[in-house]
Structure formats: C-alpha cells, structure tokens
C-alpha cells in the first residue's frame, strides 16, 4: 500500500498550489480520503475530506472557500486546491485513507507547504 504526496513548496501569500496523493495498492474507489495538515509544534488537524464516490465533502472552517479537495477514481487520486493561501497555512500535508468496515486506514508521508514572502 503506497500513498505519495506531491505538489508541496515555497508559495508566496495569496498564492495557489494543487496538491495530488497518488494510490496504490488498495481499492481507493472504496475509501474515504481526507487531507490533513501538521504545522511546527501544532497537532495533526483535518483539514478536507471527501467521501468514496466524491459527492460528500467536508472541509475545516479555516479553508473553507479556500480549499477543494476532490478525486478521480479512474486515477487512483486525491486533490487539493488551494487558492488565497496564508502564512498560517504553512504545514506538513499528508494524505489519508479510510475505510469503516472492515476499519483500515493509510498515511502518506506529506509533503510541506511553505507559505511566506
């Protein structure tokens, strides 16, 4: 099972990066993915989720309008849009995978996105 991370670097305020997660290994069209995000002496925190055939989406208040988070099945993959970004968004993303029953869930290994002037 591999999730990799890509899309991460140095973004000026009010830029925009996409980050992807590319899967393998697992049947990704029957988990649900999610990114979170882990800045210097801060916890792990969700910051987007998105169901298994993508209609449901959820988002953390601080990107929400921001953010987009959505997926191709057909492609083993997992998006992250994000425009307007703050220096408050600055913070090691990871990619994640879940699924309820029977319960299995994967990690990425992130990737770091650099918000500063």
């Known amino acids: 099972v591999q999730l990799v991370e890509s899309g991460g670097g140095l973004v000026q305020p009010g830029g925009s990066l996409r980050l992807s997660c590319a899967a393998s290994g697992f049947t990704f069209s029957t988990y649900g993915m999610s990114w979170y995000r882990q800045a210097p002496g801060k916890e792990r925190e969700l910051v987007a989720a998105i169901s298994t055939g993508g209609g449901g989406r959820n988002y953390a208040d601080s990107v929400k309008g921001r953010f987009t988070i959505s997926r191709d099945n057909a492609k083993n993959t997992v998006y992250l849009q994000m425009n307007s970004l703050k220096p408050e968004d600055t913070a090691v993303y990871y990619c994640?995978?879940?699924?309820?029953?029977?319960?299995?869930?994967?990690w990425g290994k992130g990737t770091l996105v650099t918000v500063s002037s």
């Open positions: 994640n995978a879940k699924r309820i029953s029977p319960r299995m869930e994967y």
